[in-house]
């Protein structure tokens, strides 16, 4: 070997044993560096509207802006709000279980009002208009797109002037789509996927429509994308 060559060769020996030894230590440090608690520390952002709010038919941008802003982002803020105070109740020995409860029922409620939130301007802002395919899917499970329709309302007529949620749900364990009555943000069937979300508390609609629900369930009817809804079924 000549001495240039022993001289690559030491030079090259040692570069590999700085790159091992930089790399077990960075191993290391990550072992050691405690992992971001997600179930704790997790706050959530805003998202935004995925229309313009003056785009919709029949709704006005005043109430979809106010819809956004003040119910939807302000569950946001509560929620965010609850999981540091969950963090810190948690951490204090002296915290009583049923205060700490009382904190955990309000996460389920306003988690619930985020999701189906987004869930709800998602599948807003479209035409209205379900492509063939689609109204057969549905038919499968209802005898025509026209029952499951009629049924949809009828529910949503039914919290008209109180609160809750109508929705059209795939259940994943008995493998039925159906139309489901929801009370609150809290009570939504096990096991199920949203495919369809439609808000029914007086904020949705009273600015608009006064005590009119049923005006309000056509404007919203005219504006579904049922391309969204297409999606996730």
């Known amino acids: 070997m000549t001495s240039t060559s022993r001289r690559e060769f030491v030079q090259a020996t040692a570069l590999s044993l700085i790159a091992a030894t930089t790399t077990t230590a960075a191993l290391q440090a990550s072992e050691d560096k405690p992992m971001p608690n997600s179930a704790f520390d997790y706050q959530h952002a805003p998202a935004a509207l995925p229309f313009a709010a003056k785009a919709l038919n029949g709704i006005s941008e005043k109430l979809i802006q106010s819809h956004w802003q003040n119910n939807y982002s302000g569950a946001?803020?509560?929620?965010?709000?609850?999981?540091?105070?969950?963090?810190?109740?948690?951490?204090?020995?002296?915290?009583?279980?049923?205060?700490?409860?009382?904190?955990?029922?309000?996460?389920?409620?306003?988690?619930?009002?985020?999701?189906?939130?987004?869930?709800y301007f998602a599948n807003l802002g479209g035409d209205g208009k379900t492509s063939?395919?689609?109204?057969?899917?549905?038919?499968?499970?209802?005898?025509?797109?026209?029952?499951?329709?009629?049924?949809?309302?009828k529910i949503g007529q039914g919290l008209g002037g109180g609160s809750g949620w109508v929705v059209l749900g795939f259940n994943e364990?008995?493998?039925?789509?159906?139309?489901?009555?929801?009370?609150?943000?809290?009570?939504?069937?096990?096991?199920?996927?949203?495919?369809?979300?439609?808000?029914?508390?007086?904020?949705?609609?009273?600015?608009?429509?006064?005590?009119?629900?049923?005006?309000?369930?056509?404007?919203?009817?005219?504006?579904?994308?049922?391309?969204?809804?297409?999606?996730?079924?």
Do not use: C
């Open 76 to 119: 946001v803020t509560a929620l965010n709000t609850v999981r540091g105070r969950l963090k810190q109740a948690l951490s204090d020995a002296n915290t009583p279980a049923y205060l700490y409860n009382g904190l955990k029922r309000e996460q389920l409620i306003r988690t619930g009002s985020v999701v189906l939130h987004e869930l």
């Open 132 to 153: 063939a395919d689609l109204r057969t899917k549905v038919a499968v499970s209802f005898g025509t797109f026209d029952a499951w329709e009629s049924e949809f309302r």
């Open 173 to 233: 364990k008995l493998k039925l789509l159906e139309n489901y009555w929801m009370a609150d943000h809290g009570t939504a069937p096990a096991d199920t996927k949203p495919i369809l979300v439609m808000d029914m508390y007086e904020h949705a609609y009273q600015m608009d429509f006064g005590a009119a629900a049923a005006k309000y369930i056509d404007a919203f009817f005219v504006n579904i994308n049922w391309d969204t809804v297409a999606q996730r079924l």
